[in-house]
């Protein structure tokens, strides 16, 4: 998962836009906290670029920012769903040919082997990463180079677009910049990932914005948001503002799990409320507790949530069982967000670090406790033994998602089905692998019904990782099994040698891979001020402005 982006264009491009860019990826933060990078467009159509490991705050101090230049930018936060967590796959990529175009990309593909395939035999572009964000830029690129103009319009760019959505396969939520020519954003057929668009007032004119989420635009006193629709295609320059829809129809399935734990509460997404539908989950979870409570001739004496993302609900559900709500865990604000952690054994030494159980809200009480999901169940198991440790009586852990016990293939990090602690076990089986006295799972129904209830147009959720049934088509037991392979956190910063075959990337495993099974470590390009742009150096590449400490 990534964020996507601040991607903003200003009526006034004698104003560089890179502070504002910078602020919004800030808010975007939690999408994100492995890389994260910022390209412009400036005079004549030059760009200008900074991106390198690290967060917000550390990769763009006020020297990073004065050497941006220009009213016209790409921002992007990344985490890696697999494979390298090299600087080189920082975006936004970049191509020279045809016209110059920065591209950044929030989501994953599942034909990726056959696009690199593609790419190398017949339209003989070179791909210097593992991430698929760089075969949709090359293959953007390459149905615009088809064209064969000196200069294109909006018509060929759609045409561009469209070619895309039919040879491109998963979630994809894309914003790209031609140099000296404008901003586009385009959602894939299914709309999975999040996109929208807003403008803001200006002197003489508009500015425009897209961002994965609302709460950017709110902030930076934009207007009017509104979702890029599934397959639809935006196009902005400073005259003119084009859309149509490019791709085929498809069921539009925004994932459900962007509502569970993604994205900010103060965000809307899809026209739906991300804090109204968390409160729906409490009220909805409430429901279901008392129904297991009553089964099980349990009594609770206080809710205590896991913090941040499950106390709107947490805090619905105890007013609606007229039970206290009490905060037991004290967070760390200062360490990261623990599932988007790369490496098991970082997340699992990092949930104490994160969190402090308050003895004086457990000791000698039946505690329950909620959270938003239980996915490795890594968190889950120290928490409840957190709980424990300080006197807590019983501890029944309530989820405001079903059991995961699938993989993700459209860019959340959900690797193998046998790290997730759900996959081929009962609700029983669960509460004793974490440690649990009971454990409560919200129902798909009652999942689906506190999103839904707030866009009834919306009628199908992508929910793959609780069913195992994917939107897309194309993902079977052969190909998860290959994925899984690819995304074991032992794989990560690894690549293996010979011929090419096929490519996985960022959701696929970020390997090449052929018949001979060779396996050596990545080595990271150098990075700093001549550093890499889609990890070449700089001969070929960007400049990359970043001068952090390496």
Same mark, same amino acid.
């Given at each position: ?43 004549? $159509? ?52 045809? =016209?110059?175009?920065?591209?950044? +990309?929030? $989501? ?43 200069? &294109?319009? *909006? ?46 007032? #200006? !002197? ?21 948001? *509104?979702?890029?629709? !599934? ?5 902005? /320059? ?49 429901? *279901? ?34 039970? !206290? ?8 604000? =200062?360490? $990261? ?13 990092? #949930? ?53 016990? =699938?993989?993700?293939?459209? $860019? ?8 997730? #602690?759900? +996959? ?33 147009? &919306? ?5 793959? #990782?609780? /069913? ?29 040698? @010979? ?5 996985? @990337? ?25 550093? !890499? ?18």
């Amino acid at each position: 998962m990534d964020g996507l982006e601040r991607c903003l264009l200003l009526h006034d491009s004698s104003i560089d836009c890179a502070a504002e860019i910078c602020e919004g990826l800030s808010l975007l933060q939690h999408r994100g906290q492995d890389a994260c990078g910022i390209v412009t467009c400036g005079h004549k $159509g030059r760009f200008y670029q900074c991106k390198a490991n690290g967060m917000v705050r550390d990769v763009f101090d006020k020297s990073a920012l004065s050497r941006l230049v220009g009213g016209m930018g790409i921002g992007h936060v990344r985490y890696p769903t697999a494979g390298s967590s090299t600087h080189a796959e920082a975006q936004p990529f970049y191509v020279n040919s045809p =016209y110059g175009i920065v591209f950044a +990309h929030n $989501g994953n593909l599942i034909n990726t082997a056959s696009l690199l395939q593609f790419l190398d035999a017949d339209a003989h572009r070179h791909i210097n990463t593992n991430s698929d964000s760089e075969l949709l830029l090359n293959i953007f690129a390459n149905n615009l180079q088809k064209t064969g103009k000196f200069r &294109i319009n *909006e018509e060929d760019i759609f045409t561009a677009i469209g070619g895309l959505m039919e040879q491109c396969k998963g979630a994809y939520a894309c914003v790209a910049m031609l140099a000296g020519f404008g901003i586009i954003a385009f959602r894939d057929p299914n709309g999975i990932r999040p996109l929208g668009m807003a403008h803001r007032k #200006v !002197p003489n004119g508009l500015d425009y914005m897209f961002a994965s989420e609302s709460v950017v635009a709110d902030a930076s006193g934009f207007i009017n948001w *509104e979702d890029v629709k !599934p397959g639809e295609a935006v196009i902005i /320059t400073r005259s003119n503002i084009s859309r149509r829809q490019v791709g085929i129809a498809a069921t539009f399935a925004p994932d459900i799990f962007e509502y569970v734990y993604f994205a900010r509460p103060d965000s809307v997404l899809d026209g739906v409320s991300v804090y109204r539908s968390r409160m729906a989950m409490g009220d909805l979870l409430a429901d *279901e507790v008392k129904r297991v409570l009553g089964k099980n001739d349990l009594s609770i004496d206080v809710v205590i949530p896991v913090p941040d993302t499950s106390r709107v609900a947490a805090l619905n559900l105890a007013q609606k069982l007229e039970l !206290p709500y009490r905060e037991g865990f004290i967070k760390n604000r =200062y360490v $990261g967000r623990t599932f988007i952690m790369p490496g098991q054994q970082m997340r699992r030494q990092n #949930v104490r670090r994160k969190l402090n159980a308050m003895a004086l809200e457990f000791a000698g009480k039946n505690v329950l406790i909620v959270d938003d999901s239980i996915v490795r169940g890594t968190t889950s198991k120290e928490i409840v033994q957190m709980a424990k440790d300080v006197g807590a009586k019983k501890v029944i852990v309530a989820s405001c998602a079903p059991p995961i016990r =699938y993989s993700n293939v459209y $860019g959340i990090d959900m690797p193998s089905r046998i790290e997730l #602690v759900a +996959h081929n076990r009962d609700t029983d089986a669960i509460a004793e692998a974490i440690g649990a006295d009971l454990v409560i799972f919200q129902t798909l129904p009652d999942l689906i019904s506190a999103v839904r209830q707030f866009n009834m147009e &919306i009628t199908t959720f992508d929910c793959s #990782v609780f /069913t195992g049934e994917y939107v897309t088509g194309g993902v079977d037991e052969t190909y998860l099994q290959y994925l899984e392979k690819l995304r074991a956190d032992n794989a990560k910063n690894k690549v293996q040698i @010979g011929g090419i075959s096929t490519l996985e @990337g960022k959701g696929g495993g970020a390997v090449q891979h052929n018949n001979y099974g060779d396996v050596r470590e990545a080595k990271e390009a150098p990075i700093g001020c001549s550093g !890499p742009m889609n990890g070449a150096d700089d001969t070929v590449g960007l400049y990359n402005s970043w001068t952090g400490s390496r």
